[in-house]
């Protein structure tokens, strides 16, 4: 039968099938007897070749001799094979089996098998040069293949999948062997899995009193596992476990790999030192994309890890790891996360779009100056840029670039002190560019930041805020404002709700303490920020400090920062409009014609006009809601402000 004749009968089924639906089967019938009229003619004419027209093979498979296995696994004991049932030498394998050989230089080949049946392939205490290529090990009851004890071993172009355990197990001194673009999928446990083993041995000795206690530690070390494809795993893509504090697996190469949708983490190192793990893919992982425990001195550079749904590395408990060059994009939480991990080095990374943090560093604490470095990244478009929570001594410059977060570009929290912040483009971030969140997080050094909104004080008192956008201000004035009418309403008693003010504020330890240390570092930033020191101009007695009202008189106090050492913060700009020059007559806030006007009890600082304008709207400083004194309340104003016979 010709391809013609098929597509007649075809077409013949579709006329038979679409004659009682007339309106539609004309068309379809029409449609479809076009399309195959075009393919029998391509067909016919040979412009569709079958593959006995190619002769060079171009459009069909590599004819593959494969040897089905089903009744048996391949067993190699390279050392006591007769102390194991169903075991053998390599060279007992190559003398029985055609699929088995040896080539000149003495390497041993398995080549185009097909283990199945709940067989698979293990190989023990062997050392000679092998390669297992082109051959497919599935539906194994344990391992698709194991290695004990095993040396310069190969596993090249072969597929391990649906097995009941790991697609590849090495273990116990298995070291300088090479995995190699295999496919491994949809495996109950790992896709590859390498274990340092730790055995303890307890026996007494026959004709003596003695008990033999002896302890061996087993090591994984220099595998190569490249180019690989491991996916779908049950468990993790990649693990390799060592023993303890002893690092038993050390100096593995993990690269060019592609893992993605394992059902934990892609890659997943503990108790290791001294991998290298490069160039992988390692998105849509059902935890992270690399997860780091107990594991020191790795090497993780240029890998692309996104859409996992956790972290795109965390870093636990992990020292002196190198990680640069990776980019860190759209994972479900943090981009990168280091708990309790010190001394790493991280560089040129992107991190961007990430559901929470670029980077979130928690209890990274160490006497260490500097500990952590964090340089030449770029954090974006997540909800923190970077993010410290109780850790210490980090050093957060020279190039970042942080910017567009939806919430704030650098944080600190929990007593994150001794941090470094400098030389860093932060900007654009919704909230602030850089805020810490308590007073407890204290010598901490910001300088050259380029920031455009920065609150270094407490976030939850309000208490050195500084640079507001004016999207930011206008609802915190309107919320005042209407706050203060309801006070007015419910008739409260200024003296009683003065006095609890105060009491709330020694309470909280708010005005009644030593001024924050992290003021004395920030230099270079856009904003500065006054300290908490107060004083009373009335008794003119500046050492009294750190009082809302004065013990002596009751007058209320004033900040010297703010009011008296107005070089310090009148030459900033106007809290409304965030200008030094007046935008209604283009006068400086300093020099000979200079617009200026301060709050005479928080000591803000206004253009003459954008106070006046304040003023006649509210009635009322922005800031602290206070009624200012007739002598600075425009004359033009119309307004009826009532007087207060408590106000002080």
């Known amino acids: ?29 029409f449609g ?38 089903e009744n048996f696994s391949i067993l190699i004991d390279n050392t006591n094979p007769n102390t194991k049932a169903g075991y053998n030498t390599w060279e007992s394998w190559e003398k029985n089996y055609s699929w088995c050989y040896k080539s000149c230089d003495g390497t041993y080949h398995i080549k185009n098998v097909e283990v199945s049946n709940g067989h698979n392939i293990i190989i023990m205490d ?56 295999n496919t491994i999928t949809l495996n109950s446990q790992n896709g590859i899995h390498i274990e340092g083993i730790y055995e303890v041995k307890d026996y007494w ?20 596992i490249r180019g690989n494809i491991i996916n779908f795993n049950t468990d993790n893509g990649v693990r390799i476990k060592g023993y303890d504090s002893l690092n038993t697996c050390k100096a593995n190469t993990i690269d060019k790999n592609t893992v993605t949708y394992n059902r934990n983490n892609g890659i997943y190192t503990s108790h290791c030192k001294l991998h290298n793990i490069n160039a992988n893919t390692l998105e849509n992982n059902g935890y992270n994309g690399i997860y780091l425990l107990y594991s020191n001195q790795h090497s993780i550079d240029d890998n692309t890890i996104g859409n996992n749904r956790n972290n795109g590395i965390y870093i636990s408990s992990s020292n002196e790891h190198a990680i640069e060059d990776n980019m860190c994009n759209d994972n479900g939480n943090h981009g990168l996360f280091l708990s309790i991990s010190d001394n790493n080095d991280i560089l040129r990374n992107t991190v961007n779009n990430n559901n929470e943090s670029g980077i979130y560093l928690k209890k990274c604490i160490t006497s260490y100056n500097w500990n952590n470095k964090i340089s030449l990244n770029t954090f974006s478009n997540n909800k923190f840029g970077i993010y410290l929570s109780s850790s210490e001594h980090n050093y957060i410059g020279t190039g970042n670039i942080v910017n567009k977060n939806t919430q704030y570009g650098i944080y600190l929290s929990d007593e994150s002190k001794n941090n470094k912040v400098t030389g860093n483009s932060v900007n654009k971030n919704t909230l602030y560019d850089i805020c810490y969140e308590n007073d407890d997080c204290v010598d901490n050094i910001f300088e050259n930041n380029g920031v455009e909104t920065v609150n270094l004080g ?19 004035v309107f919320i ?25 504020m020694v309470e909280k330890n708010i005005y009644n303490r030593p001024r924050s240390k992290n003021q004395e570092g920030i230099t270079g930033n856009v904003h500065q920020v006054a300290p908490y020191e107060f004083y009373c101009s009335k008794c003119d007695n500046k050492s009294i400090g750190y009082q809302v009202f004065c013990p002596t008189c009751g007058e209320r106090m004033k900040q010297p920062d703010l009011v008296s050492s107005s070089e310090t913060l009148k030459k900033n700009s106007c809290v409304i409009c965030h200008s030094s020059i007046c935008t209604t007559c283009n006068h400086d806030m300093t020099g000979e014609d200079e617009c200026y006007e301060e ?9 003459k006009h954008c106070w006046d304008k304040a003023i006649q709207i509210f009635g009322k400083c922005g800031f602290c809601l206070e009624t200012p004194p007739p002598e600075l309340i425009p004359k033009s104003t119309e307004i009826n402000i009532k007087s207060d016979s408590n106000k002080i």
């Open 599 to 607: 709050c005479p009890y928080c000591g803000r600082s206004y253009h």
């Open 458 to 476: 407490n976030i939850n008192s309000g208490a050195g805020n500084g640079g507001f956008n004016i999207e930011v201000l206008l609802p915190i």
């Open 205 to 224: 000795v026959s004709f003596h009193p003695f008990h033999i206690v002896e302890e061996t530690y087993y090591s994984c070390n220099y595998n190569i």
């Open 126 to 181: 062997s050392n000679v040069d092998f390669v297992i290529e082109n051959s497919n090990v599935y539906m194994s009851d344990s391992h698709g293949i194991e290695l004990t004890n095993v040396e310069n071993g190969k596993l090249l172009n072969n597929n391990f999948s649906y097995n009941a355990k790991s697609g590849i197990f090495l273990k116990k001194d298995s070291n300088n062997n090479e995995i190699l673009n």
């Open 480 to 504: 005042g404002v209407f706050a203060g009418i309801l006070v007015s309403i419910g008739h409260v008693s200024r003296t009683t709700r003065k006095k609890s003010r105060e009491e709330k």
């Open 1 to 29: 039968m010709t391809y013609g004749d098929l597509f007649n009968i075809i077409r013949n089924r579709f006329y038979m099938i679409l004659k009682k639906r007339r309106t539609i089967g004309i068309f379809v019938l």
């Open 32 to 69: 479809v007897s076009i399309l195959l009229s075009l393919i029998s003619f391509q067909i016919s004419n040979g412009s569709i070749l079958n593959f006995e027209d190619d002769p060079n093979n171009l459009l069909s498979s590599p004819t593959i001799i494969t040897y089905e296995i």
